[in-house]
């Protein structure tokens, strides 16, 4: 499988069969990660191959595909699309048709478990940088998708937040995948692929593609 | 921008229906235009004072704020009015325009948006014949008010950013300098508060009647 975003090829020669639970992507910026975080929910098709999830093919069943991978964004203020924070969560459910009592009892359980029990009602441009990560994070997992690509979940958060988020990931039941440079959160991964430049140069366990990466950029002046 | 956006205090105002508060609004507009008395009007103004302040417990600051948004307003309508129609007309037209945007301002401080929401897509659902999506204004409305603080702030943190590398902060050149940054951000914005809006499944006409099943990648 293969991008470009007009002349500009992006990802080339790619070829990966993800089956692992938790999979990790590192590379350094521009290198195609979030295209190919894009890909693999059908935001972005490919314009050369394939990109299949479930047997279902993204450029056909680009519908089916999105309903069951959840993705959530780098810029959270981005995909935050009403005034406060549990109208916010509610809104994948409505688009669902979760009828309102399940609506509000889902909203509920996912905000206490995202420590944002007490801001249900606050205005969502009113949260620091890392709650929204966690509102962004909060609006997509309260879908329950079978499947959940996060691109660089972490960027905006603390210490403490960041390793919430860590711990949530190893929790979730669904298969993830996690773009980021955050390579602690990476522990306990199951497989790690490195790209560079739109190519797949390492795919491996987190510790010997983490060294892998390393050395790699060790080797740029 | 001064909108009164929720202020949660689980009144009784708070978990009155969103429709019968929007009545109320209209009623209140009728009321002080079609009697326009002093003591009518006055006692319009005081009684909304009194469920916001009282009933809503509403913190005054709030209401204070939506008076001071539209004081510029009040001293030029009160100079006209009252030259040519004195001192009793004046005060009529500053004690009715009161009312109407402290009640406009209880009612949105004690209504969540997806309630005024659920109210102007039913108000809109005759627009179906002519094949127009309620859920769809509804949406429009929620982001706009999502959007507005979100656009004001991030043009004060691109001044910002530009007084801290000695920049110019007023005037028309400051204007300029932001407008171009402003507007490449809100553009990469939107093309993601598209995906976004298309990841989280927006636009889905019929809800998938089954959950996901789950199965190999
Ligand atoms: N919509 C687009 N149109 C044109 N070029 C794009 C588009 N999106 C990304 N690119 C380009 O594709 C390349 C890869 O971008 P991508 O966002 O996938 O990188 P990334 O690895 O996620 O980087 P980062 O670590 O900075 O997030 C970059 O050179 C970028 O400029
Ligand atoms: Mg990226």
């Known amino acids: 499988m293969g991008h470009s975003y007009g002349a500009r090829t992006v990802l080339a020669d790619l070829t990966v069969r993800l089956t692992e639970r938790r999979v990790g992507v590192v590379g350094a910026n521009g290198s195609g990660k979030s295209t190919f975080a894009r890909l693999l929910n059908g935001l972005v098709v490919p314009t050369e191959g394939t990109v299949t999830v479930d047997s279902l093919d993204t450029r056909t069943a680009t519908r089916a595909v999105r309903r069951r991978v959840g993705f959530v964004f780098q810029d959270p203020d981005a995909q935050i699309v009403h005034p406060t924070v549990a109208e916010d969560v509610a809104f994948g459910l409505e688009n669902m048709g979760v009828a309102p009592a399940e609506r509000a009892e889902r909203v509920a359980e996912v905000l206490t478990r995202y420590g944002l029990a007490g801001h249900a009602d606050h205005p969502a441009h009113l949260l620091s940088g890392g709650q929204k990560q966690l509102l962004a994070l909060a609006g997509v997992l309260v879908m329950r998708p079978a499947r959940i690509v996060l691109d660089e979940p972490t960027t905006l958060l603390d210490l403490l937040n960041a390793r919430r988020v860590a711990l949530l990931v190893a929790e979730l039941e669904q298969s993830v995948v996690v773009v980021t440079h955050d390579l602690p959160l990476l522990e306990g991964f199951d497989r790690v692929l490195v790209f560079d430049t739109g190519r797949l140069v390492a795919d491996d366990s987190p510790a010997a593609a983490i060294a892998a990466y390393r050395s790699l950029m060790a080797g740029r002046p | ?217």
């Open chain 2, 1 to 217: 921008m001064t909108l009164a956006l929720y202020v949660p205090t689980g009144s009784p105002v708070h978990r009155a229906p969103a429709g019968a508060k929007l009545l109320t609004l209209v009623a209140v507009s009728v009321v002080v235009f079609a009697v326009p008395t002093l003591p009518v009007v006055g006692g319009v103004l005081a009684a909304v004072v009194l469920v916001g302040l009282g009933v809503a417990r509403l913190p005054p600051a709030l209401l204070g704020r939506q008076v001071r948004a539209v004081l510029w307003w009040l001293v030029a309508l009160a100079i006209v009015t009252g030259v040519v129609g004195g001192v009793a007309g004046a005060a009529l037209v500053v004690l009715r325009l009161l009312a109407l945007v402290l009640a406009a301002a209880v009612v949105t401080a004690t209504t969540r948006v997806t309630e005024l929401v659920a109210v102007v897509e039913w108000l809109c659902s005759p627009l179906r014949v002519f094949g127009v999506r309620p859920a769809r204004i509804g949406l429009l409305i929620a982001m706009t008010l999502r959007f507005i603080p979100l656009v004001a702030e991030r043009a004060e943190r691109i001044r910002e950013a530009q007084a801290a590398r000695g920049g110019t902060v007023r005037g028309i050149r400051a204007w300029t300098t932001t407008a171009v940054p402003l507007l490449v951000q809100v553009l990469q914005m939107a093309h993601t508060t598209a995906e976004a809006l298309d990841a989280r499944g927006a636009d889905d006409d019929a809800p998938p009647a089954r959950p996901p099943s789950r199965g190999r990648r």
